[in-house]
């Protein structure tokens, strides 16, 4: 069984910068993506960015990119999400996922994390 445990939500301002943390243990698969995809009131849950575990292959959603990266610490069985410029629109709740193939659809992952809120206020 694979647990992912997100850390390093907040309030920031617009502008302002945070570091997202995703922990993964457990099981999982010889080879995987993790995904991080993110939630605001009354919205879908809409796909941010993603890497492959073992290429450390990037993919970023149009609106994020160029103001968050997505990285990985293979000891430390961790993906981060490095947000910067911040804006109130990216206020949401933030999740990390795994799943076997790169998708931007939620469904295609298996595993999730509880998940940890964003705030940037204006």
């Known amino acids: 069984q694979v647990q992912l445990v997100e850390s390093g939500g907040g309030l920031v301002q617009a502008g302002g910068s945070l570091r997202l943390s995703c922990a993964n243990s457990?099981?999982?698969?010889?080879?995987?993506?993790m995904g991080w995809f993110r939630q605001a009131p009354g919205k879908e849950r809409e796909f941010v960015a993603a890497i492959r575990w073992s290429s450390g292959f990037t993919y970023y959603a149009d609106s994020v990119k160029g103001r968050f990266t997505i990285s990985r610490v293979n000891a430390k069985n961790t993906v981060y999400l490095q947000m910067n410029s911040l804006k109130p629109e990216d206020t949401a709740v933030y999740y990390c996922a795994q799943g076997i193939y790169y998708s931007g659809s939620p469904n295609e992952y298996v595993y999730w994390g509880q998940g940890t809120q964003v705030t940037v206020s204006t």
């Open positions: 457990g099981r999982t698969f010889s080879d995987y993506v």
